[in-house]
Nanobody
Framework: VHLQASGGGLVQFGGSLRLSCAACGFIFSSNAMGWYRQAPGKQRELVAR???????NYADSVKGRFTISRDNAKNTVYLQLNSLKPEDTAVYYC????????????????WGQGTQLTVSS
């Protein structure tokens, strides 16, 4: 399994960016996918999820600003980030996810380097 997130960078407050995550090694189209982020000193958190059928869920902190999408032909999941705030600064990762009784959890947990997003005020 390999998940490569890319597209991060330095963005000004209020700006936009699109992250991509290319996946291989598993049946991408059959799995829900999630975008996570981890800010310095904080736990990794799930910010967006997209089911294999395309339905989406978002953390309250990003709802209305972030949009997750997927292209099964390219085995790629995207995260469009708009109206960025300094508190969005974090390393962003993707993973396949599954939902169990206690919530949504990462399927593989092999996070790699992620992609760094820094939002300046």
């Amino acid at each position: 399994v390999h998940l490569q997130a890319s597209g991060g960078g330095l963005v000004q407050f209020g700006g936009s960016l699109r992250l991509s995550c290319a996946a291989c090694g598993f049946i991408f189209s059959s799995n829900a996918m999630g975008w996570y982020r981890q800010a310095p000193g904080k736990q990794r958190e799930l910010v967006a999820r997209i089911a294999s059928g395309g339905s989406t869920n978002y953390a309250d902190s990003v709802k209305g600003r972030f949009t997750i999408s997927r292209d099964n032909a390219k085995n790629t999941v995207y995260l469009q980030l708009n109206s960025l705030k300094p508190e969005d600064t974090a390393v962003y990762y993707c993973d396949a996810v599954k939902t169990i009784v206690i919530g949504t959890i990462p399927l593989f947990g092999s996070w790699g380097q992620g992609t760094q997003l820094t939002v300046s005020s």
